[in-house]
């Protein structure tokens, strides 16, 4: 695998899943999020896994941890303690290590993966998103993900700059190639570059649709990258249901992944990873392949916005 770029940003894999898959007697609507509450060991154990693949910016394990989903689930009162034992989890993983890694705040969708606008003014979007980075904002940069609307992504991209770190944004896409909000991977790219993210990524797509995808996202903004998912459908999850009930494909091998992956660098990514389901394998594959040809970096060190 020979990028053009000297130097790639390496993400961690699927965190969350990751996490759930080996904590099989726990099953939750918060997650990855109720594992750490119970089990904040197994979170550390798959944060130095990544750490070990050659990972270097990984994310908090704080998906879930959004101040809608842990109302609803009884647990708003809770949400300062999580997010700081997702830092304590992930620094006891470093400590584990001794590796020095960037912590990527996690920025999600506020009510749910997989679903279109929300019925909510940008005011109300931004509060929610600046109370999470006031939350996270001894992270060392901010990562903007899984977006399926503009609105929820310029409200996250205004609570990002504020604290004045590098920050970037990754949109999901749909089999047609669009967000599930009905608007062009064009109007989303647009969207956020008036706000000079680091980055703008794809995420929690599939391989088919990412590769699809990368060469016009390539097209529309200076430094771009992607991390899909291994699902064989996510439709579940979109309708409400939990993440148990989701299957992960069996033909995503690490080598497939990386074959995937030396594409979309080709096409000129600077930035990858894994969505649900890429495991610390997979990234390892990564890692390795990377291996002499260029330099792995965090995203804290990408480069100055456009």
């Not at 992504?153 to 949109?171: I, M, N």
């Not at 990412?210 to 998912?229: D, K, S």
């Amino acid at each position: 695998m020979k990028p053009d770029a000297q130097s790639i940003v390496l993400l961690d894999g699927g965190l969350g899943q990751e996490i759930y898959r080996r904590a099989k007697d726990i099953s939750s609507p918060l997650w990855s999020v109720a594992v750490m509450l119970e089990k904040p060991e197994i979170v550390t154990a798959v944060h130095a896994d990544f750490i070990r693949a050659g990972a270097r910016t990984l994310t908090l394990n704080t998906y879930t941890a959004t101040p809608d989903r842990l109302r609803k689930n009884g647990a708003l009162s809770q949400m300062g303690a999580i997010h700081h034992q997702a830092f304590e989890a992930l620094e006891r993983a470093m400590e584990a290590t001794g590796t020095e890694v960037d912590v990527a705040g996690c920025l999600p969708p506020l009510f749910g993966s997989y679903r279109g606008q929300p019925e909510r003014s940008f005011e109300d979007l931004r509060g929610e998103y600046a109370t999470l980075v006031e939350l996270q904002q001894r992270a060392d940069v901010m990562l903007i993900e899984t977006m399926t609307n503009t609105l929820e992504a310029r409200a996250a991209c205004d609570a990002a700059r504020e604290l004045g770190k590098p920050f970037a944004v990754s949109f999901r896409l749909e089999a047609n190639g669009g967000l599930k909000s009905g608007e062009s991977l064009a109007k989303a790219v647009s969207t956020a570059a008036h706000y000079a993210p680091t980055a703008v990524m794809l995420n929690c797509c599939d391989l088919e649709t990412l590769t699809t995808a990368m060469p016009e996202l390539v097209a529309l903004y200076p430094r771009v990258g992607g991390y899909a998912n291994a699902f064989e459908s996510v439709e579940s999850v979109a309708n409400g249901g939990l993440v148990d009930t989701l299957e992960a494909r069996e033909d995503v091998s690490p080598a497939t992944y990386g074959a995937a992956v030396e594409q979309w660098l080709n096409n000129g990514a600077v930035v990858t990873g894994g969505c649900c389901e890429i495991t610390p394998a997979h990234i390892r594959y990564l890692a390795d392949s990377f291996n002499n040809q260029c330099e792995i970096i965090g995203l804290s060190q990408l480069g100055a916005r456009p």
